[in-house]
């Protein structure tokens, strides 16, 4: 169906920036939502940020809430996440998913499509 691909990552220094792309393409679905998760070596997925099909609605982890903000593009079938005052621990591959509704969710298991992945590295 749809195919995920991130883009982006890097080396960073603490309290630097990153943007994060992930462009969709093949099939898409009528609508959808999008959200971000990410896995630090030695740790189980976690959820980033999510946003609904209109971008009226997003959702962000506590942990990146205020640094990190999600953004979209429907007519380039995109999506970005904006990582300001990175820190270590955010360290990471950073994966984007597609939801096929326009709701949003932080449960992974209700994703349907997912990328391959960005590595993230902040030093200290």
Do not use: H
């Not at 942990?63 to 990582?83: E, Y």
């Not at 005052?85 to 969710?105: F, V």
Request: with cysteine; net charge positive; charged share 20%.
């Amino acid at each position: 169906q749809v195919q995920l691909v991130e883009s982006g990552g890097g080396l960073v220094q603490a309290g630097g920036s990153l943007r994060l792309s992930c462009a969709a393409s093949g099939r898409m679905f009528s609508t959808y939502s999008m959200g971000w998760f990410r896995q630090a070596p030695g740790k189980e997925r976690e959820f980033v940020a999510a946003i609904s099909w209109s971008g009226g609605r997003t959702s962000y982890a506590d942990s990146v809430k205020g640094r990190f903000t999600i953004s979209r593009d429907n007519a380039k079938n995109t999506v970005f996440l904006q990582m300001n005052s990175l820190k270590p621990d955010d360290t990471a591959i950073y994966y984007c998913a597609m939801r096929r509704t326009y709701t949003i969710t932080n449960n992974d298991l209700k994703y349907d499509a997912w990328g391959q992945g960005t590595q993230v590295t902040v030093s200290s």
